[in-house]
């Protein structure tokens, strides 16, 4: 088929918001230890105990924010338990139950986040930590002076680091809190008053309420009616599957028709995105309080000979054009959403990045936001995605050009697609194709690189249109000055 883009007549709206290309790590399995943190001592390269190649391969995707410690993790975390010379180990109760040596902490976050250029997005311990703990933890990262100020000092870091995002508990529906909507309203409102920046030349902390798990309308409902006016943004997590939750399939050797399911289940971000801000418009008509889908990506079973509560999957194309197709879907829904941290950057579930003691790898995933990263703040045009649709995309400008990501979700089929602009428009200064022939190619340490980026040809441009050939399962991207 071909798919005829119309933007002739269509100007620029809504910013894009670079927040929409999110990270959150999270202490897990070895999404910290051995992925990120590897100790001064190491022998792997590292600065200040952080490894450098990971650092290098995330500076590359320019990482605009990175939320941390967790996700479940976020619930058992006493943070004091990780500053200082004596740091008291812990046993991460959230997942698997191994004994963690506390070496990365509030001083090793930061670091991380300036060493890759990232804003800090923190989650507080609402679940089993206390207020107190809460704003000493606040004072500690954000004010110039006073107590804790000379603690930070003492544990190496004089001044202040910036600190713009905090959540407010983590999935209190969930395990880690069993509440209910209005229960959890109460405790918000109660802990929102104590989230204060320390840094009088700071901005005020954006606070992001704790939203609904997956379809739970009602929970949006609640919180928004009781809480919203007390917050900036309110969470989503939405996860994709290939089937049921304990039929999670494997990240490679799967069926043709696990393709098709784990599309259906990742396209439900549009829907669920769009029926959480009919719930939010009702009492927050101008979308002042932002959905921040803090948690999403493909959530597949364990890789074989794994630790199952490690969460450690192999990314392949598939992968790929799931994130292409959900980093599309928050395009189009630019207006509402206002951050998105995929899960999890290294190690974890859908991640970026794949280690094994020195060694290292890209994902597919890694390469898609290698390709978006030009949308980051761009003005959108247009972005695309429907259910019966094999092509989805993102269409914006900045800085004189067009930057277009079309997405080929048909895993046996290629597709034309055809772009009218509103003028004239010249060779592209930037052109880039992701594909492969295997439903489930990936890079491994044998062979990492596999599937990578290519320069994209396969395209004409005649005056105002671009006519162009997708592979199947293909993303492309390409920079085009008007
Ligand atoms: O990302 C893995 C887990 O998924 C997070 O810890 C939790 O918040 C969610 O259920």
Known sequence: MTKIIDIQDKKAGTKLSKYLQGQFSEHLGTGIYGGIWVGKDSEIENVRGIRKDVVDALKEIKVPVLRWPGGWFSDIYHWKDGIGENRRPLFNTSWGGSLESNEFGTNEYFDLCEQIGAESYLNVNMSSGTIHEMTDWLEYITAPVGPMA???????????????????????????????????????????CFVRQYDADQKPLFKVGCGPNIDD?????VVMEKASQFMDGLSLHHYGLTDLWDKKGYATGFEPKEWDSLLYSIRKMDYFIHEHGLRMAHWDPDHRVKLIVDEWGDWLHNDPGTNPAHLRQQNTIRDAVMAATTLNIFAKHADLVGMANIAQTVNVLQSMILTDGKHMILTPTYYVFDMYKYHQDADLIEAYSDNGDPINYTISEKDGNYIVSVCNTDKEQSNNVTIKFAGKVNKPSYSKVLH???????????????????EYQDYQIKDNSLEAALKDKSIVTMIIPK
């Open 436 to 454: 492969a022939d295997e439903i489930d190619a990936c890079n491994t340490f044998d062979d990492p690189e596999h599937v990578k980026l290519a």
């Open 217 to 221: 309308f009602n929970w949006t409902n």
């Open 150 to 192: 000379e603690l930070r000092a003492k544990n190496g870091h004089e001044k202040p680091w910036k600190l713009r995002f905090v959540g407010v508990g983590n999935e209190e529906w969930g395990e880690d809190g069993q509440m209910t909507p209005e229960f959890y309203s109460d405790l918000y409102r109660l802990w929102q």
